[in-house]
Nanobody, 115 residues
């Protein structure tokens, strides 16, 4: 059974930092591309950051220079380091992994940026 479990969300003040983790089981994690999405209330889910199986990264313009995506294939884990957080970063953050047409999603973790 495939599982993706996100952790690390929470409440943080503007300007603060959080690191989200996504731990996979039931798949050969190293051959999957991994992505982080977020969905704010009343908005569509959007791609935040992506890392391919070979380690190439890509970011949404809104988070470039503030967020860093990484992966540890030995631990079957991906991370999203989020710095200089803004209220507009408030959302539920989801990780997914993709191999061709096969996609798996985690359950999401809430990130709230507020003073």
């Amino acid at each position: 059974q495939v599982q993706l479990v996100e952790s690390g969300g929470g409440l943080v003040q503007p300007g603060g930092s959080l690191t989200l983790s996504c731990t996979a089981s039931g798949i050969i994690f190293s051959i999957y591309d991994m992505n982080w999405y977020r969905q704010a209330p009343g908005k569509q889910r959007e791609l935040v950051a992506a890392i391919t199986s070979s380690g190439t990264t890509n970011y949404a313009d809104s988070v470039k220079g503030r967020f860093t995506i990484s992966r540890d294939n030995a631990k079957k884990m991906g991370s999203l380091q989020m710095n200089s957080l803004k209220p507009e970063d408030t959302a539920v953050y989801y990780c997914n992994v993709r191999l061709s047409i096969t996609i798996y999603w985690g359950q999401g973790t809430q990130v709230t940026v507020s003073s």
